[in-house]
């Protein structure tokens, strides 16, 4: 979704912001801009275009040729995704104030924007865009009295919504302000120079000390300084973050794609998932971020699992962990939809937010919930210091380095490796005997290698893949635990290649969907030999006898299920618990060489956005 960068200090700030929304592009974005402070009290320079960072570049090149080369110490910059008005040139950010002297960049959505609107309209403000966000540069411009601060304050007082803004005023050319209320602000701090971004990758490059921004922050930054106070101008502290990953991470290393180098990054980042938590002797995990127990988990009655697209079908996983290791009743539901249906909590439910980015609106909204009802709230997150990680207070981080491809993947394989752990760990405070703990952490030891050997299979799938790229329509059908990773082969497979794809759980193929069979529409079986094998084996068959021809992911060596497959992609043998790990890896490569033999966007499908803030 919106990036923000800004800068303020002795470089260029034009290299500096623009390097910043290359690094934000994997949010997804549809238009982008950058306002410039020429010298004091003069028009900002705003320059803007639909498309991408590489036409803003042209664009810039365009402005500034045949203009004596200078030294923009102050800017900032934004790519949008579109939401109120088309991805146009007027409604790309940054947008200026009547005067031309304030400019703003804003993520979030100001949901009283039209009321202000008519009101600033009426005192003779002009709207140049169709968006929300312009509302804020002109209400600064209106609170104005000579600090710009207290005006960014002041018009923000009038603001319902979620927001994080950066602001500059050529009133005031040594000046940086930014605030949040709900969607990320970070700031890097640098000697001599300040950074602010919506998000770390902008940063990394620069320094790896940052500040993340509460909600209700001001932060006012010149170079050399950076205070942060609240609405009322009260001074706050705020903890320095260390980042402990570089600019390397946010690169592809060689791979063609960032989703190709992130799927093959798996053996590894499962492995980080891993590391230090597995207790074997004790038959148990340590996740230290639970904040818990061994009596605290043992109250634990009920657990509720939020999440949204990918971490949601990792959280289906969950629930069965912690129903069939645990024995505590669980439930798992979209996020939007936990607050919408005012769910049941009660003082030993724990609640699990799943997220990736850690800054999903839906999400954040089911924290901020959980905590109002009374639950024990964890996050499952990947960014360090992210919103959801922050507000939760608890919880386990993912530790799976940067996710760049819009289209989730080492996430899910961390995620479901995390809630694991999470199950073991409760399942130890009740039934789960030492022994039976052991032989659980010793099966997770080995998913390094069992996700090693699933890539090793690539080869094989780009076969399958040239076979099937043309088609138009396929489904994904799977039971147990086998069934979200149908449903998330189907949202791999759709994401990135545009092909229609639904998964189904394989019995309730034959309640509607088989209807849609015939030879031109594969079905995907996710049949490996685990509990359930024999019955989707039927499922298999009912598909072949309406001439659909079947892939099967299923076990190396198992030829039961030969004769009902068109074509075989073979995961190791596993525990059924474990097996979800292996078929989504497969699943994940399919996808990917579907989609590059279509020519797709990989990493920015259109449309999707990596990480949705809105609600
Ligand atoms: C977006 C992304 C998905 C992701 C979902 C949840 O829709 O495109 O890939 O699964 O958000 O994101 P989260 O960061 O909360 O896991």
Known sequence: MCGIVGYIGPKNSVDIIVSGLHRLEYRGYDSAGIALCQGRDEKLLVIKTPGKISDLETAIRAAFAGKEARNYTLGIGHTRWATHGAPTRENAHPHVSRNGQFAIVH???IENYAELKARLIKKGFVFASETDSEVIAHLIEECYVGDLRGAVAAAIEKLEGAYGIAVISSKHPDTLV??????????????????????????VNYTKRVIFLNDGDILTATADSVEIASIKNVPVTREMTHIDWDIRDIEKGGYAHFMLKEIHEQPATIANALRGRLIESEGTAKLSGMLMGPSDMARIDRVSIAACGTSYHAGMVGKYLFEDFASIPSEV????????????????????????????????????????????????????????????????????????????????????????????????????SVNAGREMIQQLAKLPGIAEQVIAQESVIIKIAEKYADMRDCFYIGRGYMYPAALEGA???????????????????????IALLEKTVPVIALVPNVPGKIKTMGNMQECKARHSPVIAIATEGDRDIESLSEDIIRIPPCPEFLAPIPAVIAEQLLAYHIARLRGCSIDQPRNLAKSVTVE
């Open 333 to 432: 539901q979209q996020a939007a939809e936990f607050r919408d249906r005012n769910p049941i909590i009660q003082r030993d439910t724990c609640l699990i937010a799943i997220s990736q980015s850690g800054e999903t609106a839906d999400t954040l909204a089911a924290v901020r919930e959980g905590h109002q009802k009374g639950a024990v709230v964890m996050g499952i997150c990947n960014v360090v210091g992210s919103t959801i990680a922050r507000e939760a207070g608890r919880g386990v981080y993912l530790h799976a380095g940067p996710e760049i491809g819009v289209a989730s993947t080492k996430a899910f394989t961390s995620q479901v490796t995390v809630l694991t752990m999470m199950a073991i760990a409760l399942a130890r405070t009740r039934r789960l």
């Open 178 to 203: 930014a605030v949040r209320k709900g969607s990320p602000i970070v700031v890097g701090i640098c000697d001599g120079e300040t950074i602010v971004a919506s998000d770390v990758s902008a940063i």
């Open 107 to 109: 993520n979030g959505i």
């Open 491 to 513: 949202l791999k497979l759709k994401e990135i290649s545009y092909i229609h794809a639904e998964g189904y759980h394989a019995s309730e193929l034959k309640h509607g969907p």
